[in-house]
């Protein structure tokens, strides 16, 4: 079983900084790929960032220069540094595991997601 747990979100004015973790618990899988989501109402869920096992990582335009991924494979855990922060940053923040079992099947997971609000 696949478990992700975020936190870290909340208010913040525009400028400011959040910092997003999600701890994954992975019982019989290897974890893969890791990425934060976001969605607002109304609109498709689209990416923020992703990392690979041996770090590479992947930025949507809109946050490249301000947002910084990474993981901690010891500690099962991708972050997000999200700086100079915009109103239009402000959506519900999914974190994305791709996970891998013992058969090699690959199968993908969501976090429960967590709010982040940036005030103008």
């Known amino acids: 079983q696949v478990q992700l747990v975020e936190s870290g979100g909340g208010l913040v004015q525009a400028g400011g900084s959040l910092r997003l973790s999600c701890a994954a618990s992975?019982?019989?899988?290897?974890?893969?790929?890791l990425g934060w989501y976001r969605q607002v109402p109304g609109k498709q869920r689209e990416l923020v960032a992703t990392?690979?096992?041996?770090?590479?990582?992947n930025y949507a335009d809109s946050v490249k220069g301000r947002f910084t991924i990474s993981r901690d494979n010891a500690k099962n855990t991708v972050y997000l540094q999200m700086n100079s922060l915009k109103p239009e940053d402000t959506a519900v923040y999914y974190c994305?595991?791709?996970?891998?079992?013992?058969?090699?099947?690959?199968?993908?997971?969501w976090g429960q997601g967590t709010q982040v609000t940036v005030s103008s």
């Open positions: 994305n595991a791709h996970v891998i079992n013992s058969g090699r099947y690959k199968f993908q997971y």
């Open positions: 992975a019982s019989g899988f290897s974890i893969d790929r």
């Open positions: 990392i690979t096992t041996d770090s590479n990582t």
